[in-house]
């Protein structure tokens, strides 16, 4: 085999890296402008590589940083907050990997192309009327770092995304136009629930039917060791945060000031935290949780509304610790269910068990979808297939 010249292995190494990038290189290296490389930036930088692959697309690195830097979803502020990029990276290739599917499914179910690329081209007219004419919605697009082009495709892709879930819930004609999924929540089925909700404990539960559980509002103070006693050993801190708890106690008890003014003065959050509403089993879980105790439980049941708790201990996970004060502000007294003959009631009943249904449906279908999609690497079709069954 004739050996290649140096210039031809050069064009072949560069025509790999722009089929990865997706680049039309010319014939030859020699007419290519020389790279201005930078030694502080990553490869990432210049080159784009696959990741993974979901049906019929590949999910790029490119991909993961986009979705990394879109203010409309979570992943740049989890980041902000301290989040480790490489957990924060995988999240995002099997969400890529889970809405590619589902937007290969809407593709592949029937659904006219001509009808889609007119839904497509009036919602972009629409959104040129809304922001004022083409040059105002074309800066826009430049501030979401998109190009006409990429709206277009995103919407379309939308289109054929919820398409399928629609026609997989029932909720619009699927390709044959016709209704495939049973919506009909039967009377029968409607009433049992009904009884179920109006005897449970759940404040949820009794929402749905016109109840409401017992409930207290908190107020709290957050006492930090490491605030209020760097000086002094975890102990000895804790002791003395104890007494200074205490004297607060003492002092809003006895009318010499009060907890909101505690709270601004010495709380962790000065004072900014929001009140905690809660049932009384709710409070239980928190005692239990937080306070490795029943004490606040016992405090939430029986005190009066103005009375302040004893000081309570906490101790994070990362081990520091504070003392922590309660206030009981106000005291929501239950209400009882709304007979069934209310026809609120049996809307919202309806409305319930409907979302309930659709949840279902929709793991159950999305499960199909992992199970008969290529992916790659494959280890994320355990992986979908467990946030499924868990719940997204």
């Known amino acids: 085999m004739r050996a290649l010249s140096s210039d031809q292995q050069q064009s072949r190494t560069l025509t790999r890296c722009a089929a990865i990038i997706g680049l039309a290189l010319p014939?030859?290296?020699?007419?290519?402008?020389?790279p201005s490389l930078r030694p502080d930036l990553p490869v990432s930088a210049y080159l784009d590589w696959g990741v993974g692959?979901?049906?019929?697309?590949?999910?790029?690195?490119s991909d993961i940083l986009r979705a990394e830097s879109d203010p409309s979803q979570d992943w740049g502020r989890q980041l902000q907050l301290g989040a480790q990029r490489g957990p924060i990276q995988i999240s995002i290739l099997q969400d890529l990997a889970m809405t590619q599917l589902e937007i290969d499914a809407g593709r592949t179910r029937g659904f006219d192309p001509k009808l889609v690329e007119s839904l497509v081209e009036q919602h972009f007219e629409r959104q040129v009327e809304r922001y004022g004419g083409a040059s105002s919605f074309t800066k826009r697009l430049n501030d979401w770092r998109m190009t006409p082009t990429r709206f277009r495709t995103e919407v379309t892709s939308d289109?054929?995304?919820?398409a399928w879930r629609d026609s997989s819930l029932g909720k619009q004609p699927g390709p044959t136009g016709r209704v495939s999924v049973d919506r009909y929540i039967r009377p029968g089925y409607l009433y049992s629930t009904y009884k179920a909700f109006a005897e449970s404990a759940d404040p949820e539960k009794l929402m749905v039917v016109g109840g409401s559980a017992e409930e207290v509002i908190l107020l709290r103070i957050i006492l930090p060791v490491d605030e209020h006693a760097p000086e002094l050993e975890p102990d000895a801190g804790l002791d003395k945060v104890t007494l200074l708890a205490?004297?607060?106690r003492t002092q809003v008890l006895e009318g010499e000031a009060t907890f909101e003014a505690q709270a601004s003065a010495w709380d962790a959050n000065r004072g900014q935290g929001e009140p905690i509403q809660r049932t009384l089993d709710e409070i239980l879980g928190?005692?239990?949780?937080?306070?490795?105790?029943?004490?606040?439980?016992?405090?939430?049941?029986?005190?009066?509304?103005?009375h302040v708790s004893a000081p309570l201990p906490f101790e994070a996970s990362d081990g520091r610790r504070a003392m922590v004060l309660y206030a009981l502000s106000e005291r929501l007294t239950a209400t009882p269910p709304k007979p069934f003959s209310d026809l609120q009631v049996q809307q919202s009943l309806r409305e319930h068990l409907l979302s309930e249904l659709d949840r279902r449906r929709m793991t159950r279908a999305r499960l199909h979808l992992v199970q008969k999609s290529h992916l790659h690497p494959t280890d994320l079709r355990p992986v979908l297939m467990r946030h499924e069954i868990q719940g997204r």
């Open 27 to 34: 014939a030859t290296a020699q007419e290519l402008p020389a």
């Open 53 to 61: 692959i979901s049906g019929e697309k590949v999910i790029t690195i």
């Open 159 to 162: 289109l054929y995304r919820y």
């Open 246 to 248: 205490e004297q607060l």
């Open 286 to 306: 928190m005692s239990r949780t937080f306070h490795n105790s029943d004490l606040l439980h016992e405090f939430a049941t029986a005190a009066q509304v103005g």
